[in-house]
């Protein structure tokens, strides 16, 4: 299992894409793109927006407090154990297995939030992954070479447990 020392915990205060503070604004961006969303709210918000994601990671809570909107996809569900602030190698394994086999939903046991890390450096290019930015919006980060490294230079600062 990874763990963020709590000293490089800034690393992810900053958005990993561009920051939108509405869903409804980058919606155009998503058109013939492979979509996955992390989180409870993002992914509710684009179901109601029409669009259903190729895979969603979703927890049952949104900023610590069990989320009412929990979405309800019809797609293959895979659960991976995930304690907040790490990235576990269950994660890690389903996240990979999904991207593989799409659609899925991976519905962690602990929590959800560093998993966009792991699944920046699974997705294939060109893929959109979104993400809550709490407070602030949601996350859009389309999967390309420098997406790639930035997602390896944060694991970097994770410690091995």
Do not use: W
């Not at 155009?28 to 992390?38: D, F, K």
């Amino acid at each position: 299992m990874l763990r963020l020392p709590e000293a490089h915990r800034d690393l992810l205060k900053i958005p990993f894409g561009t920051l939108y503070r509405d869903i409804s604004e980058l919606l155009p961006r998503l058109e013939g793109r492979t979509i996955y969303a992390v989180g409870d709210v993002v992914t509710h918000n684009l179901l109601d927006a029409g669009i259903i994601p190729d895979i969603a990671i979703i927890d049952g809570y949104t900023m610590r407090t069990p989320c009412t909107r929990s979405p309800l996809l019809q797609a293959r569900r895979v659960t991976a154990k995930n304690p907040p602030g790490t990235i576990t190698d269950e994660l890690v394994d389903a996240i990979d297995e999904v991207v593989r086999d799409p659609p899925g939903v991976i519905f962690v046991d602990g929590e959800e939030d560093l998993a966009v890390i792991p699944l920046v450096l699974a997705a294939p290019p060109g893929a959109a992954v979104l993400y809550g930015q709490p407070g602030e919006g949601v996350v859009l980060r389309i999967v390309d070479a420098s997406a790639k490294r930035e997602a390896e230079t944060i694991l970097k600062a994770f410690v091995r447990e």
